[in-house]
């Protein structure tokens, strides 16, 4: 992990970094509408060393919640939607806290480890319960700017 967020962590904030592969950031990811088991069994072969990575390729930050009930996932890569910042690819939360206050906190860690740089997500509101989805990301400050072509709502972060 580069200095800066490193610095950053060591203020006491509610996230703390992790690798990917990270057996309780995997636990959580488990039970994110994104989670998908390979056909080929890769996930449960005790041989597979990247059995529970949960980021594809690129510039990856994981983050756990100190009491390892939320996962928040950035990651930096080309994006095959033409989408350019870093994407958030997981959140989860399953504790007390509020959502968009984790997403706050999350995006002050990105902005020092990326400055300058657009956040992204992509929201399918058909698998999400929420009758607003992406609600706990615009109380964060985020806004919806989009769709892609298979349907899915784009929201983004603009510099803090």
């Known amino acids: 992990m580069d200095r800066i967020v490193q610095t950053y962590f060591d203020i006491g904030t509610y996230w703390i970094p992790a690798q990917d592969g990270n057996l309780d950031a995997f636990h959580l990811y488990q039970r994110h509408y ?24 690129g510039e990856k930050c994981v983050l756990i919640g100190r009491d390892g009930r939320a996962l928040f996932v950035w990651r930096k890569f080309k994006d095959d939607s033409g989408q350019q910042g870093i994407n958030c690819a997981v959140f989860r939360n399953e504790g007390p806290e509020l959502s968009s206050d984790l997403i706050k906190e999350a995006d002050r860690i990105a902005f020092k480890k990326w400055p300058g740089e657009r956040h992204y997500t992509y929201v399918n509101g058909a698998k999400i319960k929420s009758v607003n989805p992406g609600y706990c990301f615009k109380m964060a400050g985020w806004r919806e700017c989009g769709k892609t072509k298979g349907g899915l709502t784009i929201l983004e972060r603009l510099f803090l």
């Open 34 to 57: 994104t989670y998908r088991e390979y056909k080929d069994g890769r996930r449960n072969n005790p041989s597979n060393p990247c059995r529970r990575l949960i980021v594809g390729p």
